[in-house]
């Protein structure tokens, strides 16, 4: 069983997500998923997140060193995945968010 999914530093584009995301559809309860530094934008991060959404084990997400600006997306997904995950780093990307949606 696969516990621990790290891509750090591979240059993801959207059609290699989508292979990746066809790839790897059928697992379900990955612990720990780092995609560090692989050049995700908000296109990618559309493609990736449903999958991360049906992950049933997830406690650590690593989206941190990437370009991804959507603050909707990942809002989403921490609400779905708020019984289970404790750990997302999200640091340097270009995240803005209003203060409405606080």
């Not at 999914?5 to 059609?15: A, G, K, Y």
């Not at 379900?28 to 908000?42: E, L």
């Not at 493609?47 to 997830?58: D, E, F, G, I, S």
């Not at 603050?71 to 203060?99: C, G, M, R």
Request: proline share 3%; aromatic share 12%.
């Amino acid at each position: 069983r696969i516990s621990v999914l790290e891509f750090n530093c591979l240059p993801f584009t959207r059609s290699l997500m989508e292979t990746f995301v066809n790839f790897a559809f059928s697992l379900r309860g990955v612990k720990k998923i780092s995609f560090r530094r692989c050049r995700i934008n908000d296109a990618c991060l559309q493609v990736l997140l449903p999958w991360v959404n049906n992950q049933t084990r997830l406690d650590t997400l690593n989206l941190s060193d990437n370009n991804i600006s959507s603050a909707p997306l990942l809002f989403e997904t921490f609400d779905k995945l708020a019984h289970t995950l404790q750990v997302v780093y999200l640091q340097n990307n270009w995240i803005t968010v209003s203060e409405s949606t606080f």
